[in-house]
């Protein structure tokens, strides 16, 4: 522990903050509406924010309350700890295979059809004991510490029995214990039809319903549910069904919706899903009902990076009046890159989003897809959780296209990155 006058810190000062304050959750976002705090500081009491303003008018406050000064001078930007609201970084295994045959032109339905594809993973991942699932997750978030990523969800589905589903949001649920970020678990016991199991895809996903779901609540699991709704995973009416059943239950819900053909965006607005996540395959018809709903579009540009495919149509999503996340889906299948900003930098270039739609993204609008009002804004009373660059202006952050990487990264209020 600490000694309590260390408890509050003042931390700067920075040539810029960027607040995220007072932004709408959904629409079009020019840079101009960012809250940018020029010579700014900010200071923290553990692991909440107390004030962010100018360097100045803090210092007089800090020294009241026996702060602890944490100089950064020189060139410094401070932003919100980014927000990675969609990854599988819990698997065993590889999938270089896949890789492989699918730049040498076959698709990503042939080859999961083949037994290949998110099948190999969950042979993989069973074989994987749960410690060892637990080491290889730890890796993986290290690597994205170093990014600024300071929240990260994480669903299951390479399990798809009962015990390898509860094996893993377990797994999940140590690595949180000591990974530098929050880990925010999601059951997708969903996610495609196990090959060794007897009997239909409604069968499984009744099964699930009535004896995974009340054991993952029970345990402090997971409280939220995700299904993969798509031709060779589930259908929208078993799926709402299975959706419906969570719900009751308490669960949040998130969708994998729209990835190769159109229909699961419908389930997510109907049930009033928490997001809609991939939506690359969306048209006209389901970016109008995502903008009507407070559904949060996730795109998921990793994924189409990874398979060569179209990326989500984020620019007429925003300018429907539409929510937009950005997430990387890191997973040993579809997206094995997992660098969120070099995956949303390319989103951006190719629809032509703002840096403040790139960044809300990332942080506040990302918190909402997670339901999470603690995070993602710098301001009284939410969570200790920023990122400082060597850089003049939060632009510069952006033009490197994901290869600028943060000086320090400040997790509930401790630094978990980063030197002095
Ligand atoms: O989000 N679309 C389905 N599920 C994952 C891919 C999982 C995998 O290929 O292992 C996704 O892309
Ligand atoms: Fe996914």
Request: with cysteine; charged share 20%; proline share 3%.
């Amino acid at each position: 522990m600490e000694s309590a006058n260390h408890t509050h810190k003042l931390i700067g000062p920075f040539r810029q903050l960027v607040t995220l304050r007072e932004l709408p959750l959904k629409g079009a976002l020019s840079d101009e509406q960012l809250e940018v705090i020029s010579s700014a500081g900010i200071l923290i009491h553990g692991d909440q924010i107390l004030e962010v303003d100018h360097y100045e008018h803090l210092v007089g406050k800090a020294n009241d309350l026996g702060a602890q000064i944490v100089s950064v001078a020189g060139d410094h930007v401070c932003l919100p700890g980014f927000i990675d609201a969609h990854t599988h970084v819990c698997f065993g295994g590889t999938r270089a295979r896949d890789y492989a045959l699918r730049n040498a032109g076959k698709s990503y339905l042939e080859i999961a059809r083949e037994g290949g594809g998110i099948w190999d993973t969950v042979k993989q991942t069973r074989q994987t004991d749960e410690a060892q699932l637990v080491n290889e997750m730890l890796q993986r978030l290290k690597r994205l510490t170093t990014s600024g990523i300071t929240t990260v969800e994480v669903k299951s589905g390479y399990g798809l029995s009962i015990a390898d589903e509860l094996k893993m949001l377990r797994a999940i649920k140590s690595a949180n214990e000591i990974a530098d970020q929050d880990l925010i678990p999601t059951c997708l016991a969903a996610h495609v039809l196990p090959r060794d199991y007897d009997g239909n895809h409604h069968q499984y996903l009744q099964e699930m319903a009535r004896d995974l779901l009340p054991q993952v609540l029970e345990q402090g699991l997971a409280s939220r549910a995700d299904i993969f709704i798509e031709d060779e995973a589930f259908g929208t009416e078993m799926a709402f069904e299975y959706l419906q059943s969570a719900q009751k239950l308490g669960f949040d819900l998130t969708v994998h919706a729209d990835q190769f053909s159109a229909g699961g965006s419908q389930v997510a607005a109907d049930l009033g899903a928490k997001s809609a996540d991939h939506l690359e395959a969306s048209t006209e018809r389901e970016i109008k009902l995502l903008a009507e709903s407070d559904v949060v579009a996730m795109a998921l540009p990793g994924a189409s990076i990874g398979l060569g495919c179209a990326f989500t149509p984020a620019r007429k999503i925003l300018d429907h009046g539409g929510s937009l996340a950005i997430a990387s889906d890191w997973n040993p299948g579809s997206a094995p890159m997992g660098e969120l900003l070099v995956q949303a930098s390319m989103l951006a270039t190719s629809e032509k989003l703002t840096n403040a739609e790139v960044l809300a993204g990332i942080t506040n609008r990302a918190a909402a897809a997670l339901g999470l009002s603690d995070r993602g804004i710098l301001e009284a009373g939410k969570k200790a959780d920023f990122i400082i660059y060597n850089t003049s202006h939060y632009n510069e952050v952006f033009y490197h296209q994901g290869m600028m990487k943060p000086a320090q990264v400040w997790k509930d209020g401790k630094k978990v990155l980063g030197s002095n």
